[in-house]
């Protein structure tokens, strides 16, 4: 299965502010996806990240606020934009190979946002 | 819509049988999922069953599906310290084979 690593692997940040979360994969996959998992919640899809076009996102996440890049298809980032204490969750990144039918999560970001 | 349910939390004494149980709405899912998140970890994928079958086995883990009833069970044969996580159920939904949508997740805690 793909070997998939997540930068950083935590922060706190101040309300207001941005951060940029990287997702690096060891081959090359089709399908990478960013999921939002909220404190003692289960895990929600923010959108599904599209390499060469824009982002597809899910009911309830827009661009603005989620900011999505696939420059290629090893590299996803998400940026979580103007961040409030309700933004404090895990964010994880996940691919599918194509043709495996199975998604495998990164170690994902854990986020505190004061 | 499409939800999963699970049970919350589960409690088990180690060596004993774990059975974690879980309810899906789409009946035109091709594959259901287990995932395992140890505490500060991510997700791993624990086992996969395609649709057509009923039950799947691999090691200590078995995983059986009643497609009738929407049904879906995790067995840990044995059960560890080291099985101690949060287990989640999930299925593909909304007409993708890709867009996975989660249960809450069942908090197995095994007790020496």
């Known amino acids: 299965s793909a070997v998939i690593s997540q930068k950083p692997s935590r922060d706190i940040c101040q309300r207001g502010t941005s951060l940029t979360i990287q997702c690096q994969v060891d081959?090359?996959?089709?399908?990478m996806f960013w999921y939002r998992q909220q404190p003692g919640q289960s895990l929600t899809l923010i959108a599904t990240a599209n390499q060469g076009s824009e982002a597809t996102y899910e009911s309830g996440f827009v661009i603005d606020k989620f900011p999505i890049s696939r420059p290629n298809l090893t590299f996803s980032t998400l940026t979580v934009s103007n961040m409030s204490p309700e933004d404090s969750s895990i964010y994880l990144c996940s691919v599918e190979e194509q043709g495996k039918e199975t998604q495998y999560f990164g170690p994902g970001t854990r986020l505190l946002v004061l | 819509g499409e939800d999963v349910e699970q049970s919350l939390f589960l409690s088990v004494r180690e060596g004993d049988s774990s059975v974690i149980n879980c309810t899906y709405t789409d009946s035109s899912s091709t594959y259901l999922y287990w995932y395992k998140q140890e505490p500060g970890a991510g997700l791993q994928l624990l086992t996969y069953i395609f649709s057509n079958m009923d039950m799947k086995q691999d090691q200590r883990l078995t995983v059986l599906l009643n497609k009738k009833d929407k049904h879906l069970s995790l067995r840990i044969a044995d059960t560890q310290t080291g099985d101690s996580a949060i287990y989640f159920c999930a299925e593909p939904s909304g007409g993708s084979n890709y867009k996975l949508t989660f249960g809450k997740g069942t908090l197995l805690t095994v007790n020496p």
């Open positions: 081959s090359q996959v089709t399908m």
